[in-house]
């Protein structure tokens, strides 16, 4: 595929420069550093257009905090200038790279997302449930180690110079990938829990926060799936991120195909399979980007059913001491609802019209 051109003036281009400052903006205008920026938006964005033009853009300082569900991760927060550097960025690579992604990779896409990806699957295996040697088919379920923490920096660059070569563009993706003040990856073996800050690496990893993490994220994983797809010919192969299914034929089959797997990984990516990593019948429930998917239909995972309830007691909690909207607690409650519509939870809406009702305190005295 012809790589891309002109990628200097397409991206530092003003027009493109203001609607990656409306996209980075929207659903945060009311945040103070968005306010900031916007006050005086004609001059933010022509600094920003200056800095990039002539080489001096750096990046800024990183917020870091710790999210612990569905697992703990590091997260980094970048100020508002910088994310809009990586919308522009963005804006003019993904029409790109994203015609060159498989149908079936479904991590930060248009029109994709978990729901569909367990949805493809459940659809493979009900193909599968009704055929005579049903019970024949495997499925290998992987995962991929500490994926974020753990992609080279020397293979993103590769990468990137297969989608543009002029010395301006990899530069720019260059500053933003290796970091000389913040380290974001782990030594292999260790968590984001039993690693300092000091034994953090430079040479690995990537910021989970970032939008170009996630477009790195995919580009990085397009090349096993290219594999999987036209070495390997598997013709039920769905990944989302750092998580991928699928369906083969025969138990030795799928052992072959696995270990083939693990080697590209470790020889090609400098990945390693997840000791999570298994296969498992097709015939039997298996669990996928947050469902329990099976020829029937979807479930939601227990996990999953402890954490909506547990939120919308919080939210409700906090609509009852007037911290937040109704408009707030209702557009999560719609989300759920949406969720439990496209799968087998009934139990859940049911909980929820039963436990979930706003009611407001007695509004505390503002001279008190």
Known sequence: MEKLHNLKERICSYDNLFEAYISAA??????????RFSFDLEENLSQIQKELMDGTYKVGPYREFYVRYPKPRLVMALGFRDRVVQWAIYRQIDPYVDKRFITHSYGCRKEKGTL?????????????????????????????????????HEIVMDCY?????EDWFLWLMDTIINNPDVPFGLPEGMGIDDCPRDKRLYSVGQPIGNLTSQETANIYLDRFDQWCKHTLRLNKYARYMDDFQAIVKGRENAERIMREMTNFLRDKLKLNMSAKARIVRADRPVEFVG?????????LRKKTVYHVKRSLKHLKNLYADWIISFD?????????????????????????????????????????
Request: proline content about 3%; some cysteine; hydrophobic content about 35%.
């Open 291 to 299: 469902f329990i998917v099976s020829p029937h239909g979807l479930r």
């Open 26 to 35: 929207k659903g945060k205008g009311d945040r103070a550093e968005v306010v």
């Open 161 to 165: 110079r297969e989608i543009c070569d």
């Open 116 to 152: 569909a990806a367990a949805q493809q699957l459940m659809e493979w295996l009900r193909i599968i449930s009704r055929k005579p040697d049903a019970k024949d088919y495997w499925i290998i379920k992987g995962d991929i180690s500490k994926y974020f923490y753990r992609v080279d």
């Open 328 to 368: 707030r607690v209702k557009e999560s409650i719609i989300c759920y609802y949406g969720m439990c519509k496209r799968c087998n939870a009934r139990y859940l809406e049911t909980w929820i019209e039963e436990n979930i009702i706003l009611q407001r305190k007695e509004k505390p005295d503002e001279d008190d």
